[in-house]
């Protein structure tokens, strides 16, 4: 598989999730926060929207990026916290739904392309 082929598997994790965000943040909310974490406050589906939108974002900038050896490696780098926002958020404080572990295996997901990438790819120039 091509360093430009996993760069686009990365981006489909942005672009699916991010998408979902954007288009539907009221099933976000209903399918991936527990009840007791719900909000009829207007700013709730505006910001999941937004965070949507970044992702969006950084999935164009996977897609379209030249990806090197240092830029998979800074991407997994990138992505540990996220790890830990899952964890804390679904074990320690249970915010997050089963559902809501999409964003988990997102990020391993990602983490892996990381890795096969990072094996693949030429070092920068």
Excluded at 17 to 27: D, E, H, K, R, T
Excluded at 102 to 117: E, H, K, R, S
Aim: aromatic letters at 14%.
């Amino acid at each position: 598989m091509s360093t430009k082929s996993l760069q686009l598997i990365l981006a489909s994790v942005f672009f699916v999730l991010g998408g979902w965000c954007v288009i539907a943040p009221g099933s976000v909310m209903a399918l991936g926060v527990r009840p007791e974490y719900h909000s009829d406050a207007p700013i709730v589906p505006f910001l999941v929207a937004c965070f949507g939108a970044q992702a969006l974002i950084s999935g164009l900038f996977a897609a379209t990026a030249q990806f090197t050896r240092i830029t998979f490696l800074a991407y997994g780098i990138a992505l540990l916290p996220f790890f830990a926002f899952d964890v804390y958020f679904y074990a320690v404080r249970p915010v997050l739904t089963e559902v809501g572990l999409l964003d988990l295996v997102g990020n391993i997901v990602m983490l892996a392309i990381c890795w096969l990438g990072w094996r693949r790819a030429p070092a920068a120039a």
